[in-house]
C-alpha cells in the first residue's frame, strides 16, 4: 500500500483529501504546516506528497526544497492557488514533479496520484548501460554519468533523459512524452515538460562544465522543436 502525506493547513481541502484517498485504498497522513510536514516525512517517508504552498508557518516553496532533499525518489504535487506562471515554475525548480491549482476535483487528484505512483512504481528491464558520447545511462541502476561522474537527476528527468535516448536523432512529440514518461491518460499541464526539461539541460550542462574537458566526446544537446516537442542530437557525440 503505497503511503501519501497531505501537507494542507485548509481543514475542509485537507479532510477532503484524507478521506477520498484512503477511500481510494492509500494510507494517508495529514498535517497542517511546514514542521510538521517535514518531522513527518523523516518518521515515515511517504511515497508520494499532496504539498499546498499556502502555508500558516514555513514558506511552501523551501518545505518543498526540503523535502526533495529527504525524500529523493518520492513524488511531490504541489497545490496551489496561485495562478501566476513564475509561481509554478518557482514549485516545479524547487523539486516538485507536477502541480495543482485550486480549486481542483477530487477526480483529477486520484487520477494524478494514480498516474505518478504507477511511474514511480514502474519496474526497469534494460540492464545494459547506453553510451551516447560522454553520457552514460544506466537504466536498471538508474544512474546517468558524464565521465563516470554522476548526474544528480530527479526521478522525471531520469525517465525524460531516458526517454529520448530510446531514439536518439528522432523528433518526439510532447504528447508522446508526457504519455511515456507521466501517463498515457494525463490531463495535467504540459508546462510540467517544460520545465522538467530545462532542468534537465541545466544539470548535465552543470556537470559536464567541470568534467568534460575539450578534447573528450562530445555531450548529446535536446534540441526544442517549436510546435512539436524535443530531439536529443547526438552530433560528434555518436561518431
Same mark, same amino acid.
Given at each position: 500500500?503505497?503511503?501519501?502525506?497531505?501537507?494542507?493547513?485548509?481543514?475542509?481541502?485537507?479532510?477532503?483529501?484524507?478521506?477520498?484517498?484512503?477511500?481510494?485504498?492509500?494510507?494517508?497522513?495529514?498535517?497542517?504546516? /511546514?514542521?510538521?510536514?517535514?518531522?513527518?516525512?523523516?518518521?515515515?517517508?511517504?511515497?508520494?506528497?499532496?504539498?499546498?504552498?499556502?502555508?500558516?508557518?514555513?514558506?511552501?516553496?523551501?518545505?518543498?526544497?526540503?523535502?526533495?532533499?529527504?525524500?529523493?525518489?518520492?513524488?511531490?504535487?504541489?497545490?496551489?492557488?496561485?495562478?501566476?506562471?513564475?509561481?509554478?515554475?518557482?514549485?516545479?525548480?524547487?523539486?516538485?514533479?507536477?502541480?495543482?491549482? &485550486?480549486?481542483?476535483?477530487?477526480?483529477?487528484?486520484?487520477?494524478?496520484?494514480?498516474?505518478?505512483?504507477?511511474?514511480?512504481?514502474?519496474?526497469?528491464?534494460?540492464?545494459?548501460?547506453?553510451? %551516447?558520447?560522454?553520457?552514460?545511462? $544506466?537504466?536498471?541502476?538508474?544512474?546517468?554519468?558524464?565521465?563516470?561522474?554522476?548526474?544528480?537527476?530527479?526521478?522525471?528527468?531520469?525517465?525524460?533523459?531516458?526517454?529520448?535516448?530510446?531514439?536518439?536523432?528522432?523528433?518526439?512529440?510532447?504528447?508522446? %512524452?508526457?504519455?511515456?514518461?507521466?501517463?498515457?491518460?494525463?490531463?495535467?499541464?504540459? &508546462?510540467?515538460?517544460?520545465?522538467?526539461?530545462?532542468?534537465?539541460?541545466?544539470?548535465?550542462?552543470?556537470?559536464?562544465?567541470?568534467?568534460?574537458?575539450?578534447?573528450?566526446?562530445?555531450?548529446? $544537446?535536446?534540441?526544442?522543436?517549436?510546435?512539436?516537442?524535443?530531439?536529443?542530437?547526438?552530433?560528434?557525440? /555518436?561518431?
Amino acid at each position: 500500500m503505497s503511503l501519501l502525506l497531505v501537507v494542507e493547513d485548509d481543514l475542509t481541502i485537507g479532510a477532503t483529501l484524507e478521506s477520498a484517498l484512503s477511500a481510494a485504498g492509500y494510507s494517508v497522513s495529514w498535517v497542517r504546516d /511546514g514542521v510538521a510536514a517535514i518531522g513527518q516525512a523523516r518518521a515515515a517517508p511517504p511515497d508520494l506528497v499532496l504539498l499546498d504552498l499556502g502555508l500558516p508557518d514555513l514558506e511552501g516553496l523551501s518545505v518543498c526544497r526540503e523535502l526533495r532533499m529527504l525524500l529523493p525518489a518520492a513524488v511531490i504535487v504541489v497545490l496551489t492557488a496561485r495562478r501566476e506562471q513564475i509561481d509554478v515554475v518557482s514549485g516545479l525548480e524547487s523539486g516538485a514533479d507536477d502541480y495543482l491549482t &485550486k480549486p481542483f476535483s477530487l477526480v483529477e487528484i486520484l487520477a494524478r496520484v494514480r498516474a505518478h505512483l504507477r511511474r514511480s512504481t514502474g519496474n526497469n528491464t534494460e540492464a545494459s548501460p547506453t553510451a %551516447l558520447g560522454a553520457l552514460t545511462i $544506466d537504466i536498471s541502476a538508474r544512474r546517468a554519468t558524464i565521465n563516470q561522474v554522476d548526474v544528480p537527476l530527479r526521478a522525471r528527468e531520469f525517465d525524460l533523459l531516458v526517454r529520448l535516448a530510446r531514439q536518439p536523432g528522432v523528433a518526439v512529440s510532447r504528447e508522446d %512524452l508526457m504519455s511515456d514518461v507521466w501517463d498515457a491518460n494525463w490531463f495535467g499541464s504540459t &508546462k510540467t515538460l517544460d520545465v522538467h526539461i530545462a532542468a534537465l539541460r541545466r544539470r548535465l550542462r552543470d556537470v559536464a562544465s567541470v568534467n568534460l574537458p575539450d578534447s573528450d566526446p562530445a555531450l548529446p $544537446d535536446i534540441v526544442t522543436l517549436r510546435g512539436h516537442g524535443y530531439r536529443l542530437d547526438l552530433g560528434s557525440a /555518436g561518431s
